[in-house]
Structure formats: structure tokens, C-alpha cells
């Protein structure tokens, strides 16, 4: 798999919320086609803008990309339409699962395809697919998504964003209020569509230990910055990263 041609890169981004909050500043990074890259720090350090920011969601919160870049295979996309962005494979999957309650399993997941306009037996081969991967869901197919559990919810959440034909899925919090065992088998099934299917991840998850041990890469966000980079076998042997999450660097480690 090629890891060295950048699918995705963020230059710079300062991101403001009506037009005051400055949420995101002096943000560059990049995820490399075929990587799965984490971005790591504590609630409010600037992971879920910034991934709002790559799919141009931030707007939908009245937020805007006030300085820097994005470029998304090799184009400038900084302020592309969501769904033009997503129809090029751009896709992003919010915190929170947003699953249509009312509207079966099944249902969802095919809401995912909308914009791609195919035929309906292309539709269900790209069912196929997914199932292959959510069994469980396959089993649920029926049943509305509301009275899903919170992993079922997440697996939807993510085979949704499947049928729209990613190159990139930007994944917010996907272990929130999630058991640990459901949170490796949704780990699991990235890393299967990560080596089998080719597609590349940008992950903000605060559950440390999971996320470096299937990533490439990863950033650690603090106050809306980026303080820290490496390999995630490098991340992992660091002995103070938990210490972004906590608040409790020494001061004399700031100086």
C-alpha cells in the first residue's frame, strides 16, 4: 500500500466560530493515502474542528476556515461544499453516531449512496459489502435505528459513510460511551477497510491506548494546537501523553 503521497493535507488553519472564537490556530498536518492517522488531546483541544474543518461541516456551526488551507488529493478544497467533497470521496462520520431513528438499518445505510445516483443493483452489492464487514448489521436490517445499542449505532454510523465510496473518512470520538469490546471490534473493522479496501483514515479519539495501537501516525492537539507528532509506536513509548488528557505537565516542562 502507498503511504507517502498525501491524500489529505491541512496547512496553517486558524478556525473561528461567529466570527470571535478562535477554536483552531496554526494547524498543519497530513495523513498520507492509505494511512490511519489519529489525532489525539483532551475535550476541547480542537480535534473534532479540525476534522469539521477538512469536510467543510465547520460552516453548519457558524464556523469558517479564516487562514491556511486544505488540500484534498492535491487540490484546494478549504471551502468545497460538504457534499461535493463527499461525493469525492471526502466523507465524514460525526460524533454522536446521527443515526435517521425512525428510518430502519438498512434504510440508513442506503441514505449514504444518495449522491451517488447508481443503479439499484449497484446499491445492493454495496449492501453486500458493508454487511460483509457489520454482520450484525446485516441481521438488523430491518429493525429502526433508534432502538439499535450505541455499537450498533456506531457500525451504522460508519457503514453509512461506506456506501458513499470513500477515499477518506474522517472519524470522530468513535469509542464514545462505548464498551471496550465493542470499541475493538469498530477498530478492527477500520483496520480491515484500512488494509483490504484501501481507505484512508483521519481519526479524533481520546481513548489512547486503542487508537495507537491500529494507527500509522498521530498528532496531539492542545488548546486548539498541534504540540506534538510522531509515529504511533513513538507516541506510545512517550511517558507523559496521558498528561495532555489530565492538564497536569509540570510547569517547568512548559517553560
Do not use: W
Amino acid at each position: 500500500m502507498t503511504m507517502n503521497v498525501p491524500i489529505l493535507q491541512i496547512d496553517d488553519i486558524e478556525v473561528l466560530y461567529e466570527q470571535t472564537i478562535l477554536a483552531v490556530h496554526s494547524v498543519s498536518l497530513e495523513v498520507a493515502k492509505g494511512q490511519v492517522v489519529v489525532l489525539l488531546g483532551a475535550n476541547g483541544a480542537g480535534k473534532s474542528t479540525t476534522l469539521k474543518a477538512a469536510s467543510n461541516l465547520v460552516r453548519a456551526e457558524r464556523g469558517e476556515v479564516v487562514r491556511g488551507r486544505i488540500v484534498y488529493q492535491g487540490r484546494e478544497v478549504t471551502h468545497s461544499a460538504p457534499h461535493t467533497l463527499a461525493a469525492n470521496g471526502l466523507v465524514q462520520v460525526l460524533e454522536g453516531r446521527h443515526c435517521f431513528a425512525q428510518l430502519t438499518v438498512e434504510e440508513n445505510l442506503l441514505a449514504g449512496a444518495l449522491a451517488r445516483q447508481v443503479p439499484r443493483r449497484q446499491l445492493l452489492a454495496d449492501l453486500e459489502l458493508v454487511y460483509g464487514h457489520f454482520s450484525r448489521l446485516k441481521l438488523r436490517r430491518k429493525s429502526l435505528a433508534g432502538y439499535t445499542s450505541g455499537g450498533e449505532q456506531q457500525m451504522i454510523a460508519i457503514g453509512r459513510a461506506l456506501m458513499a465510496k470513500p477515499q477518506l473518512v474522517l472519524l470522530d470520538e468513535p469509542s464514545m460511551g462505548l464498551a471496550p469490546q465493542i470499541v475493538e471490534e469498530i477498530f478492527e473493522i477500520v483496520r480491515q477497510l484500512n488494509q483490504h479496501d484501501g481507505v484512508s483514515f483521519l481519526i479524533a479519539e481520546q481513548n489512547i491506548n486503542v487508537a495507537l495501537r491500529y494507527a500509522h501516525y498521530g498528532y496531539v492537539l492542545e488548546s486548539g494546537r498541534v504540540v506534538s507528532e510522531g509515529s504511533a509506536e513513538q507516541l506510545a513509548a512517550r511517558g507523559d501523553l496521558q498528561d495532555f488528557y489530565l492538564g497536569t505537565r509540570a510547569r517547568g516542562q512548559e517553560a
